[in-house]
């Protein structure tokens, strides 16, 4: 048997050097073709190695197949080219569960990588693939192209050692792939670095991602697929995510001068959870990661799905422009009719330092009316925040917003300089210390509809919270118990 299976693998010698069909690497030709072309030739006899030299290869569309490896020498450059009236990517395909998330999302074809229903495929560095042709938006006219590279329904599938700039909606969709490895990949882009939709067994490590208009790695689980499949058994380890003007940190310039993203909402650059929740994300850890001049932490499903079993540990996070961590269980249900809101619980988010935080919406902690977040723990965590607040600023009931897109700026400068906590019960909150850069009035903790909360060493600018003063716990609802002040 092992004969037989050796007799099978391809040799060192199964090389398909995309020169040898055609391709010329000037920047002018479009080597989509010759490409595919070596793709096919390899795939025909059972797989190989498909290996761009160096060159700057202007391309459209380019079909990956099963057993295949793309591999980018350095110096090499798969360039996305802008379409013209005759030319372009391929069409994107038919999807009719398209209404239950965004156009990119729904659909595959449309990119300049891409493959569907495919197996072990890896595509390596350390060239380059820059997406200078995509669109960012969701353009539906022929010939348009919109992601870097796009997998649906893959499996064993590894992307490794390449650099990725402006890469359009997505540098990475994969939908439904499963035993997916991403590993020293960099990638400075317009929109959303990787999206990981609905895949299962995940491994992302080593990776640096710069997305000032946009998510840098998120987890999400769409609708896509016509059917509900949770994202899990995912780890996110050793990462830098940031919002530096576009490009900045692929040539090592690191400006600032790009305020704010397209939704206004400060320069976004993180890791998520969320948004698209139609199925659940389960068994979850993200650790060692930094966050530079971007949004905080975000962990949401608005959609149905439920989140369980994430830990996330050993987090640095610098000049962050909204809340440093956003919990939020929400109703929006983008969802199959009849779908029911989901749950999120078991969470456990430790050894966290969070400088620079935007104190307007502080932390947030937030189901909705009859829909509890669940046992979350947080400890050993330090969060030093701008301040400036007062309790006036924050005087106006706190929105519900049950069926609002997720993001902090949904309920206005919340009523707390540290933590909102609304319809939660078990939260436990251990050797948590506060720092203020500006004094800040408000109270430290807000609840509402929170039960089972536990405080133990809580401080505030270096001192045992109490000793302030004043009690850093105030309770909205005071007919709900079940809130214990610090100990």
Same mark, same amino acid.
Not at 3 to 12: C, E, H, K, N, V
Not at 34 to 61: D, E, F, L, M
Not at 247 to 266: I, R, V
């Given at each position: 048997?092992?004969?037989?299976?050796?007799?099978?693998?391809?040799?060192?010698?199964?090389?398909?050097?995309?020169?040898?069909?055609?391709?010329?690497?000037?920047?002018?030709?479009?080597? +989509?073709?010759?490409?595919?072309?070596?793709? *096919?030739?390899?795939?025909?006899?059972?797989?190989?190695?498909? !290996?761009?030299?160096?060159?700057?290869?202007?391309?459209?569309?380019?079909?990956?197949?099963?057993?295949?490896?793309?591999?980018?020498?350095?110096?090499?450059?798969?360039?996305?080219?802008?379409?013209?009236?005759?030319?372009?990517?391929?069409?994107?395909?038919?999807?009719?569960?398209?209404?239950?998330?965004?156009?990119? &999302?729904?659909?595959?074809?449309?990119?300049?990588?891409?493959?569907?229903?495919?197996?072990?495929?890896?595509?390596?560095?350390?060239?380059?693939?820059?997406?200078?042709?995509?669109?960012?938006?969701?353009?539906?006219?022929?010939?348009?192209?919109?992601?870097? =590279?796009?997998?649906?329904?893959?499996?064993?599938?590894?992307?490794?050692?390449?650099?990725?700039?402006?890469?359009?909606?997505?540098?990475?969709?994969?939908?439904?792939?499963?035993?997916?490895?991403?590993?020293?990949?960099?990638?400075?882009?317009?929109?959303?670095?990787?999206?990981?939709?609905?895949? %299962?067994?995940?491994?992302?490590?080593?990776?640096?991602?710069? +997305?000032?208009?946009?998510?840098?790695?998120?987890? %999400?689980?769409?609708?896509?697929?016509? !059917?509900?499949?949770?994202?899990?058994?995912?780890?996110?380890?050793?990462?830098?995510?940031?919002?530096?003007?576009? !490009?900045?940190?692929?040539?090592?310039?690191?400006?600032?001068?790009?305020?704010?993203?397209?939704? /206004?909402?400060?320069?976004?650059?993180?890791?998520?959870?969320?948004?698209? $929740?139609?199925?659940?994300?389960?068994?979850?850890?993200?650790?060692?990661?930094?966050?530079?001049?971007?949004?905080?932490?975000?962990?949401?499903?608005?959609?149905?799905?439920?989140?369980?079993?994430?830990?996330?540990?050993?987090?640095?996070?610098?000049?962050?422009?909204?809340?440093?961590?956003?919990? *939020?269980?929400?109703?929006?249900?983008?969802?199959?009719?009849?779908?029911?809101?989901? $749950?999120?619980?078991?969470?456990?988010? +430790?050894?966290?330092?969070?400088?620079?935080?935007?104190?307007?919406? $502080?932390?947030?902690?937030?189901?909705?009316?009859? /829909?509890?977040?669940?046992?979350?723990?947080?400890?050993? =965590?330090?969060?030093?925040?701008?301040?400036?607040?007062?309790?006036?600023?924050?005087?106006?009931?706190?929105?519900?917003?049950? %069926?609002?897109?997720?993001?902090?700026?949904?309920?206005?400068?919340?009523?707390?300089?540290?933590?909102?906590?609304?319809?939660?019960?078990?939260? *436990?909150?251990?050797?948590?210390?506060? &720092?203020?850069?500006?004094?800040?009035?408000?109270?430290?903790?807000?609840?509402?509809?929170?039960?089972?909360?536990?405080?133990?060493?809580?401080?505030?600018?270096?001192?045992?919270?109490?000793?302030?003063?004043?009690?850093?716990?105030?309770?909205?609802?005071?007919?709900?118990?079940?809130?214990?002040?610090?100990?």
């Amino acid at each position: 048997m092992a004969i037989a299976a050796l007799a099978t693998t391809p040799s060192l010698a199964d090389t398909y050097n995309v020169r040898d069909f055609g391709a010329t690497g000037d920047g002018v030709h479009i080597d +989509s073709e010759a490409i595919n072309k070596a793709i *096919r030739a390899a795939a025909g006899k059972g797989g190989g190695t498909v !290996y761009v030299p160096a060159g700057r290869y202007a391309c459209y569309s380019i079909r990956m197949a099963s057993h295949v490896e793309l591999h980018l020498e350095q110096g090499a450059a798969i360039i996305a080219e802008f379409p013209t009236d005759s030319a372009g990517y391929d069409p994107p395909e038919p999807n009719p569960h398209s209404k239950y998330q965004d156009f990119g &999302h729904s659909h595959w074809q449309n990119s300049l990588i891409w493959g569907i229903g495919l197996n072990d495929i890896t595509i390596s560095g350390p060239g380059y693939i820059i997406g200078k042709g995509l669109t960012r938006e969701g353009d539906r006219r022929p010939g348009i192209g919109n992601k870097a =590279i796009a997998l649906k329904e893959c499996s064993n599938v590894v992307i490794r050692d390449l650099g990725m700039v402006q890469c359009g909606h997505f540098a990475l969709l994969a939908t439904g792939v499963d035993n997916l490895t991403i590993s020293n990949v960099k990638v400075d882009t317009n929109r959303d670095g990787f999206d990981i939709d609905c895949c %299962k067994n995940v491994r992302i490590n080593s990776c640096s991602v710069n +997305s000032p208009w946009d998510d840098a790695i998120v987890l %999400k689980a769409s609708f896509a697929l016509g !059917y509900f499949k949770d994202t899990e058994n995912v780890t996110i380890s050793d990462c830098f995510v940031s919002g530096y003007d576009r !490009y900045t940190m692929a040539d090592a310039s690191w400006q600032l001068d790009e305020p704010q993203a397209p939704d /206004h909402g400060g320069r976004t650059g993180r890791i998520k959870i969320g948004t698209e $929740s139609s199925g659940g994300f389960k068994n979850i850890a993200i650790t060692n990661c930094l966050f530079e001049h971007c949004r905080g932490l975000a962990i949401e499903s608005v959609d149905g799905g439920d989140v369980e079993d994430v830990v996330i540990s050993n987090i640095t996070m610098r000049d962050i422009v909204n809340a440093g961590i956003f919990l *939020r269980l929400g109703s929006r249900m983008r969802s199959p009719e009849g779908t029911p809101v989901g $749950s999120m619980k078991r969470i456990h988010i +430790s050894h966290v330092n969070a400088f620079g935080v935007d104190s307007r919406y $502080s932390s947030i902690i937030s189901g909705v009316p009859g /829909h509890n977040i669940e046992d979350v723990s947080l400890s050993d =965590i330090s969060l030093h925040y701008k301040g400036g607040f007062k309790p006036e600023d924050a005087s106006n009931p706190v929105p519900e917003q049950e %069926k609002a897109y997720p993001e902090p700026w949904m309920f206005g400068t919340v009523p707390a300089k540290g933590f909102y906590v609304r319809h939660a019960e078990g939260i *436990r909150f251990d050797n948590i210390s506060f &720092h203020f850069e500006k004094p800040d009035s408000r109270p430290l903790f807000v609840t509402d509809d929170a039960d089972g909360l536990t405080f133990s060493g809580i401080s505030e600018d270096g001192k045992p919270a109490m000793a302030a003063g004043n009690s850093p716990h105030r309770q909205i609802s005071p007919g709900r118990q079940g809130c214990k002040q610090p100990l």
